[in-house]
């Protein structure tokens, strides 16, 4: 890896750290300054992701200075784009331009950010797009969270969110910026978000997704607890506290002797409970509880 795409990935950190929290125009104004300033190819765009942040950073600044400094960075990057070859479309779109008529070309889509790279007068088309990262892995486990997302939730319409694409790929550029690269880490924190977004009985965390109420830097990072339905969370809860109080009742309950010696320590505090754990006609099995060093054991 060399200093500028290292560099890159740091500032890319940073920019993630702003995005968090309230942006202060003076820090986003030095990061872009020095974005500006470091010599940023097409293959280090690609593998950093950075125009993904810049855009990001673009839409939550209300600050005009780092709008204009963001959209000249942008702006730039598509220039590092090679030239696309001629097609037919292309050939019929000039014989179109020579006699007059009004053809617009599709701007070409850009290495790094959001949108879907057509030029239109809204907003969406000043986006960065998101571009192929040419790295097979990365590129399959946006498809995959894209994959999650996209399954129906009751009384949602998903054609209500035409950003499902943005999301995923932001999600995946969080993980990959943590591990900076695809190793198996990578693929099992990817795996974990897909199987549990896919999970019908916790929808909800697919809808909190796709609102943004859990924005993708969250989602990246979140444990498997945090992501469980509300079902499950009471389930595991349940759980605990009956494991925390069969454990006191073990630790308080019985019946107290100094006539049972522990092998481990070899002290005579000592508490037992007898049961039933055989047919009628055998003995009973006695659990014994030293007070002393916490051994148990058992005896019929």
């Not at 820090?27 to 950093?48: H, M, R, V, W």
């Not at 974990?192 to 019908?200: G, I, P, T, W």
Request: charge should be positive; proline fraction near 4%; hydrophobic fraction near 30%.
């Amino acid at each position: 890896m060399s200093s500028c795409e290292r560099e890159v990935l740091k500032i890319g950190k940073q920019v993630d750290k702003l995005l968090k929290s309230d942006t202060k125009s003076i820090d986003a104004l030095d990061l872009l300054n020095k974005l500006k300033e470091l010599p940023i190819s097409l293959e280090i765009l690609q593998k950093t992701r950075i125009g993904m942040a810049v855009n990001s950073l673009r839409k939550q600044s209300g600050n005009e200075d780092v709008n204009t400094l963001a959209k000249s960075l942008i702006k730039g990057w598509k220039k590092l784009l090679p030239a696309q070859a001629p097609t037919k479309t292309n050939s019929s779109q000039e014989k179109k331009k020579d006699s007059g008529e009004d053809s617009r070309e599709p701007s070409p889509p850009l290495p790094n950010g959001s949108g879907d790279g057509k030029s239109s007068g809204s907003e969406k088309s000043k986006s960065l797009p998101t571009a192929k990262t040419n790295d097979v892995v990365r590129e399959k486990c946006v498809q995959m969270i894209v994959g999650a997302l996209k399954i129906p939730i009751e009384g949602c319409d998903l054609d209500q969110f035409d950003d499902i694409k943005e999301i995923a790929a932001e999600i995946e550029d969080c993980i990959y910026t943590e591990f900076v690269n695809t190793d198996m880490k990578y693929k099992n924190r990817v795996r974990s978000r897909v199987a549990n977004l896919k999970d019908q009985k916790n929808p909800e965390l697919r809808r909190r997704v796709l609102t943004r109420e859990i924005p993708p830097q969250q989602m990246a990072k979140m444990t498997s607890d945090e992501m469980a339905s509300q079902e499950l969370k009471n389930i595991r809860d349940g759980f605990t506290k009956e494991a925390i109080k069969e454990h006191q009742m073990a630790v308080t309950g019985g019946t107290k002797t100094d006539l049972l010696k522990c092998s481990k320590c070899l002290k005579r505090n000592c508490s037992y409970n007898q049961v039933q754990t055989r047919s009628a006609d055998e003995p009973m099995t006695t659990f014994v509880y030293c007070h002393e060093c916490g051994h148990r054991w058992k005896f019929c």
